[in-house]
């Protein structure tokens, strides 16, 4: 079971700065992902900024959004590192 992200905000350099129901929090580097499919709208640094919280997870205007427990694993492993 994955906890719900509450908060999410934009940083540099394509980074978001999550913040979890359980009192976690993690920075989610999206640079690696940003040449595939949907997620190549995202590199419009407008299109970035515009992230949300909807649900228990995060999501854009544009139409994109993120598994809920892909947020978590990799705000934790980003921590490990």
């Known amino acids: ?6 908060k999410v905000v934009p940083g540099d350099d394509y980074k978001l700065f999550v913040e979890f129901e359980n ?4 920075l989610l580097d999206m640079k690696p ?3 595939f499919g949907i997620f190549q709208r995202l590199k419009d640094s407008d299109a970035f900024s515009r992230v949300r919280v909807a649900f228990d997870t995060i ?9 809920p427990e892909y947020v978590y694993a990799q705000c934790k492993a980003g ?3």
């Open 33 to 35: 992902i940003l040449d």
């Open 59 to 67: 999501e854009w205007d544009c139409g994109v959004d993120l598994d």
């Open 1 to 6: 079971m994955y906890p719900s992200v509450i």
């Open 79 to 81: 921590k490990a590192a």
């Open 23 to 26: 009192g976690e929090t993690g």
